[in-house]
Nanobody
Framework: QVHWVETGGGLVQAGGSLRLSCAASGRTVSRNIMGWFRQAPGKEREFVAA????????NYADSVKGRFTISRDSAENVVHLQMNSLKPEDTALYYC???????????????WGQGTQVTVSS
């Protein structure tokens, strides 16, 4: 079964940076609209960012705009999420998935992986 694999999480101090990666197990990520979501304990899964199949269009949650950058590397078949100026409130399990362009509803996305934990200490 197809699913995405997220890597790159870790523990970082506030103000630091991390780069998350999302790769597909068994298929190419090219041409798929890819989204990043996150879920903190006790909270609902929330939209973080999305990128179009071409990589030209990008969409960000207001809470990460200006700090996070989503990109895709078609040659390496990977989608990245560069996270700068991290804050303790960014602490969550981060997931990638594929879904329809313009949607921020995690219920409309599919092929979820296990996620990668990001922990930001103050």
């Amino acid at each position: 079964q197809v699913h995405w694999v997220e890597t790159g999480g870790g523990l970082v101090q506030a103000g630091g940076s991390l780069r998350l990666s999302c790769a597909a197990s068994g298929r190419t990520v090219s041409r798929n609209i890819m989204g990043w979501f996150r879920q903190a304990p006790g909270k609902e899964r929330e939209f973080v960012a999305a990128i179009s199949g071409s990589g030209v269009l990008k969409n960000y949650a207001d809470s990460v705009k200006g700090r996070f950058t989503i990109s895709r590397d078609s040659a390496e078949n990977v989608v990245h999420l560069q996270m700068n100026s991290l804050k303790p409130e960014d602490t969550a399990l981060y997931y990638c998935a594929t879904g329809p362009w313009g949607s921020r509803n995690h219920l409309e996305y599919k092929y979820w992986g296990q996620g990668t934990q990001v922990t930001v200490s103050s």
